[in-house]
């Protein structure tokens, strides 16, 4: 069995992915590090909390090291790996009887004070209107507008359809700019 470091410096994803299954703990730790820092801000997103977002992307890992053997080499990872992502939120969501909300991300700096302001109150007033949103039409916005996946990758990791992921970030956005809109209206 060839390792990571035999197989080059730095194999190509679908290398990591196909020397992990065989069993190459360094090919899995690269996998880790490939994919942390998306599973944690995703989770972050949904979660709202970063030690509770802390808590699912471990989980998340260790989900992966458990069932990766049984990962269908057809399909492509990164969308399972959202689906994970995902699922394991939901669990930890319902088991801390807390509703899903996104977290802002990380400070933006900006040289104009006043534009910094701005931006910070617009993530402020989104994150609140996404946390007032239902849990499915959260997940789909999130996935869709903040991660930036296609439609049609966003309906598969949520086990739905592209019609019905289209329907959901559009009732989403339209609540969220409502919300802002309210939001808005009570500061003047």
Known sequence: MTSAAEASESPEPV????LAKAGDAAAFEQLIVLHERRVFLTALRLLRCREDAEDAAQEVFLRLHKHLRRFDDTREFPPW???????V?????????????PEVGEPWHVEDPT???ERREQKRIVEEAL?????KERAAIVLRDLEGLPT??????????AATVRSQVSSARLKIR????RFRRRRT
């Open 152 to 161: 049609k990758e966003v309906a598969r990791i949520l086990g739905s359809t």
């Open 15 to 18: 290398t990591l992915l196909r």
């Open 115 to 117: 534009a910094e302001y």
């Open 131 to 135: 946390g007032r949103l239902p849990e």
């Open 81 to 87: 790996l959202y689906r994970v992502t995902v699922n």
């Open 89 to 101: 939120c939901r669990d930890l969501a319902r088991s801390r009887q807390k509703g899903w909300a």
């Open 178 to 181: 409502e919300f802002a809109d």
